[in-house]
């Protein structure tokens, strides 16, 4: 679910290049928010797997780290250990566990409720950054932020009143509760990271931060899984894994990064929202998850609502 540190552009030279004109840039664009969008399907093949959802996300960030670690020792020159603060390495693994928690709770929603409600919820994480902003660093943002706050509500309510009895036994409620903890484990960790963004390049914050929350996850599936089950022990499991690694984490996430060179920061965060459409369209393909008319007219009012609440904090900055 993740997308690229949006705050920091300390590896970007000479800042964003507009050139909107041109459709390869644009598809490119759209084809990472597609490949970021899969994580939720390729995760709810790997539960119906069998495997749990702290299993799935410590062993989709293990494999992730690894081939980060391996990627840059091989390409770069510089140490994998940059002369920083011990304060910056502390709040690096803080962002780390964040992230570890927000995969788990939003792979753990996935038991209980839709692809498309789980990830709709998920993509909240805008609302929560604004709410620190104004409750924490007391900061003043205008009518318009508060109107899409308002309008976020709204969709929520409408997107999370129906059961989905049907097709999830489950209550529903934890589920949604899951995912809402999943968006402000999310909004944390992109807080944290642009408090240390200046003193450490974007390829090192990545590095620490999935190493941390590999290692944190790996740490409590070994705590909390029963004897056998620690390692995936099928084909479709280790497919998701592998998948998830590569695709929304490695492919997803470095195309987004290069679309910022050349879009600047507000069109990829506004083409975020595109996410969970995507999820939408491939759980009905794969899994046959439909929304109610309801749920479809919540989701877009809340997608609209936290479009609304970005632009009103992109003018107060």
């Given amino acids: 679910m993740t997308g690229p540190d ?14 909107s004109s041109n459709r ?6 759209i084809f990472g928010q597609l490949a970021v969008g899969s994580a939720a399907i390729m995760a709810k093949y790997g539960l119906q797997s069998g495997v749990s959802a702290l299993g799935l996300s410590a062993w989709r960030l293990t494999r992730a780290s690894a081939i980060l ?13 940059p002369r920083v603060s011990f304060s910056t390495k502390f709040w690096l693994v803080v962002a780390g566990v964040f992230l570890g928690l927000h995969f788990y709770t939003w792979f753990e929603s996935l038991n209980y409720i839709s692809v498309a409600r789980s990830t709709l919820l998920v993509s909240t ?6 709410m620190y902003a104004v409750l ?9 932020f508060w109107i899409g706050i308002t309008g976020s509500m709204v969709g929520m309510f409408l997107l999370t009143h129906v059961a989905e009895i049907s097709r999830f036994p489950r209550d529903p409620m934890v589920g949604d509760c899951l995912a809402l903890v999943g968006a402000i484990a999310i909004a944390a960790y992109l807080i944290v990271v642009e408090k240390v963004g200046i003193a450490i390049k974007t390829n090192y914050i990545v590095v620490w931060t999935y190493s941390s929350a590999a290692l944190f996850l790996m740490a409590l599936n070994i705590m909390f899984s ?3 089950t620690l390692i995936p022990g099928s084909r479709q499991a280790w497919l998701s894994v592998i998948g998830l690694a590569l695709l929304p984490q490695l492919v997803g996430h470095t195309t ?23 999820a939408a369209i491939l759980a009905f393909a794969f899994f046959g998850e439909r929304l109610t008319g309801v749920q479809i007219l919540g989701g877009i009012i809340l997608l609209i609502g936290i479009s609304v609440s970005l632009r009103g904090r992109e003018r107060e900055t």
Avoid: K, M, Y
């Fill in 6 to 19: 949006l705050n920091s552009e300390s590896d970007v030279e000479g800042g964003a290049e507009p050139i």
């Fill in 24 to 29: 390869t840039v644009i598809f490119v664009l």
């Fill in 69 to 81: 670690l391996t990627f840059t020792a091989i390409s770069s020159r510089q140490s994998l250990a």
């Fill in 125 to 130: 994480a805008p609302i929560w950054t604004g």
């Fill in 136 to 144: 924490i660093q007391l900061s003043r943002l205008g009518i318009p």
């Fill in 226 to 228: 029963h004897t056998g």
């Fill in 256 to 278: 987004l990064n290069w679309c910022l060179r050349h879009l600047g920061s507000a069109t990829v965060a506004a083409s975020s929202l595109l996410e969970p459409v995507f």
